[in-house]
Nanobody, 122 residues
Framework: QVQVVESGGGLVQPGGSLRLSCAAS????????MRWYRQAPGKERELVAF???????NYADSVKGRFTISRDNAKNTVYLQMNSLKPEDTAVYYC????????????????WGQGTQVTVSS
């Protein structure tokens, strides 16, 4: 069994910062790519950023220069540091992890967290 749990969301004023965390636990052999998505009310879920096991990162244009994704492989955790937040960053943020659960199973499965709400408002 594998669990993926996000935390760190909340209410913040425009220009403020938040740090999201996403921790994977359970039967984990290795974790490949970890991604952050977000979904605002009435909109489709969109990719915010991803990070590979080797540390390669990529960002959506809308968050470049403001958000930073990082990971701690020893803790099976990915972070999203969000600075200079704007009202349009308001959304539920989801973590997606590609996890290999056993040495004997060569492929990875996708696991999603339950989401954490980020609200940017004065």
């Amino acid at each position: 069994q594998v669990q993926v749990v996000e935390s760190g969301g909340g209410l913040v004023q425009p220009g403020g910062s938040l740090r999201l965390s996403c921790a994977a636990s359970g039967s984990i052999f290795s974790i490949n790519v970890m991604r952050w998505y977000r979904q605002a009310p009435g909109k489709e879920r969109e990719l915010v950023a991803f990070i590979t096991s080797g540390g390669t990162t990529n960002y959506a244009d809308s968050v470049k220069g403001r958000f930073t994704i990082s990971r701690d492989n020893a803790k099976n955790t990915v972070y999203l540091q969000m600075n200079s937040l704007k009202p349009e960053d308001t959304a539920v943020y989801y973590c997606k992890a590609e996890i290999r659960t056993s040495f004997t199973i060569p492929s990875s499965a996708v696991y999603w967290g339950q989401g954490t709400q980020v609200t940017v408002s004065s």
